[in-house]
């Protein structure tokens, strides 16, 4: 399977524990973006990344989460002390900016993390 | 405040008719839109874009049209099947390509009934 990939799929974990999920992209796609997504909601932006640069995060971004994509390749995403209002499907997808003039690709999904905290 | 409008949660038609699915947005500096379908527990699946340079795309059965200066888009879905029953979500950037990063509605839950 050459699709984004993302672990683990399901997270259950208690308020104040830290978490941390795992993205792998499409193996020749330089951007990784993580979204959140919850109940009723469309995806909503938090980061992305191009190679290993993260070069944006959304203010929904607070001081708890960390992303990180160390060599241009999997990147993690890191919830500490977390809360009921974390609560959501996280979503990470994958794409090919070029800047050469030759066509992009949109961005492709993996099939998310659904954490919940109780 | 919601760059990306999808005002109708759902909609209902019968297999074999035009589904039609509207987007408005508030941003004019959005440069390419998508539409993204997803089925319950996967992630979204890209289905068809538009660039602001044009006003019509069309790929097999889904049409995605574009008017710029009323900032509203709509896909077309003709003929409707029942595999096409998913939430659809209308998305933007500011990116021409897409490689930006997407700024989502609330998406429109589409169901094709036989």
């Known amino acids: 399977d050459t699709g984004v990939s993302q672990d683990p799929r399901h997270k259950i974990t208690k308020r104040g524990q830290n978490v941390t999920f795992r993205c792998d992209p499409i193996?020749?796609?330089?951007?990784l973006y993580w979204y959140r997504q919850t109940l009723g909601q469309g995806p909503e932006f938090l980061t992305y990344?191009?190679?290993?640069?993260?070069?944006?995060k959304s203010r929904l971004l607070s001081d708890r989460f960390s992303a990180e994509r160390p060599k241009g390749s999997f990147s993690t995403l890191e919830i500490q002390r977390t809360e009921q209002g974390d609560s959501a499907m996280y979503l990470c997808?994958?794409?090919?900016?070029?800047?050469?003039?030759?066509?992009?690709?949109?961005?492709?999904f993996g099939q998310g993390t659904r954490l919940t905290v109780v | 405040d919601q760059q990306v409008k999808q005002n109708s949660p759902s909609l209902s038609v019968q297999e074999g008719r035009i589904s039609i699915l509207n987007c408005d947005y508030t941003?004019?500096?959005?440069?390419?839109f998508l539409w993204y379908k997803k089925y319950p527990a996967e992630g979204p699946t890209f289905l068809i874009s538009?660039?602001?340079?044009?006003d019509k795309n069309e790929d097999g059965r889904f049409t995605v049209f574009l008017n710029k200066s009323a900032k509203h888009l709509s896909l077309h879905i003709v003929p409707s099947q029942p595999g096409d029953s998913a939430v659809y979500f209308c998305?933007?950037?500011?990116?021409?390509?897409?490689?930006?990063?997407?700024?989502f509605g609330k998406g429109t839950k589409l169901t094709v009934n036989p």
């Open positions: 538009i660039s602001s340079i044009k």
């Open positions: 941003n004019s500096m959005f440069d390419y």
């Open positions: 193996s020749e796609h330089n951007r």
């Open positions: 998305a933007a950037s500011e990116e021409a390509g897409g490689s930006e990063k997407l700024v």
């Open positions: 990344f191009q190679n290993e640069a993260q070069l944006e």
């Open positions: 997808a994958s794409s090919l900016r070029t800047g050469k003039g030759l066509p992009d690709t949109e961005a492709f």
